[in-house]
């Protein structure tokens, strides 16, 4: 049994409270000030990963591969915000990265002592801080599996957490159940707008929502001006055509936004960017 485990980047500092780091595919450099504590204490953080490989490598006539499981994420010294890392990334704050790996190769084993013609598995997740603030938390996970088939399967996960009530939330908090289905109807327009689509023209015969009913997924991201859903695939097209993601201006539909969606989008929308 093969385990790496490697500690990647540097512990970062804010350089002041008044200083935010930007809301963008992060590279690296952790930093964040929580507005729960003095304005001369830090959030910092640093990627850490780790990869464990099966015992029982997979040879063809051609090649030889061996089953693993790859995961990538922050650390940060706050417990709660790693609690909060472990079970996006996991989905359980209950469960480590070593047993998951451990579950994950155990299963393929099993697998390959019945399989006459077995195939390499794959489980690859990596957790990325995509935006930061003083009082905001969001990552994005990119995961990819293959266990056998045609093809792997992706996706992309966006979570949110508030660093003043360290607390996940979710859609609901951004815009309070009570309005989305107006939410939802200005949503439509500009999906409407970005597949080229009539205000009366059917989805049924071209995507998989409900009925033929517009939906919007759960899975969303607070950007400078809008907010992002993202639709994984097969969610409402065929795997072939990917993901397709959806934004709708804040403009639109501040006046449906939560006092707390309020203040974390006015935090984003003066970040300084490098």
Same mark, same amino acid.
């Given at each position: ?17 008044? &200083?935010? =780091? ?33 015992d029982?490598? &997979? ?12 995961? =990538? ?12 890392? *472990? ?15 451990g579950?994950?190769? =155990? ?17 690859? =997740? ?31 996960? !966006?979570?949110?957490y ?6 996940? !939330?979710? +859609? ?5 159940t009570?309005?989305?289905n107006?939410?939802?109807? &200005? ?25 033929? *009913?517009?939906s ?13 859903f ?15 993601? +959806? ?15 309020? *203040? ?11």
């Open positions: 049994m093969k385990n790496n485990i490697n500690n990647t980047g540097t512990w970062f500092l804010l350089f002041s409270f008044a &200083v935010l =780091s930007g809301c963008q595919p992060d590279s690296g450099n952790g930093r964040a000030s929580n507005d729960k504590q003095a304005a001369t204490d830090t959030l910092t953080y640093q990627y850490t990963d780790y990869t464990r490989y099966s029982h490598p &997979v040879k063809t006539s051609e090649t030889t591969d061996t089953t693993f499981f790859s995961v =990538s994420y922050p650390v940060f010294p706050d417990s709660t915000v790693n609690l909060f890392v *472990r079970e996006a990334l996991l989905g359980s704050d209950t469960a480590s990265v070593e047993k998951a790996a579950q994950f190769i =155990s299963d393929f084993d099993r697998f390959m002592e019945t399989d006459p013609f077995p195939r390499v598995w794959v489980s690859e =997740s990596h957790a990325k801080v995509y935006c930061i603030t003083p009082s905001y938390l969001g990552l994005t996970i990119d995961a990819y599996s293959y266990t056998g088939g045609a093809h792997g399967n992706y996706a992309t996960v !966006f979570e949110h508030d660093l003043t009530d360290g607390q996940p !939330f979710t +859609l609901s908090d951004v815009v309070d009570a309005y989305q107006e939410l939802t109807a &200005v949503a439509e327009r500009y999906f409407r707008q970005r597949e080229g689509l009539a205000v009366d023209q059917s989805l049924e015969d071209r995507y998989f929502f409900d009925g033929g *009913r517009f919007i997924p759960a899975n969303f991201a607070l950007e400078q001006d809008s907010l992002l993202l639709y994984n695939i097969y969610e409402i097209k065929p795997y072939v055509d990917g993901q397709t993601e +959806l934004r709708v201006p804040y403009t639109d539909i501040d006046r449906l936004l939560t006092d707390r969606a309020r *203040r974390i989008v006015n935090e984003i929308a003066t970040v300084k960017t490098p």
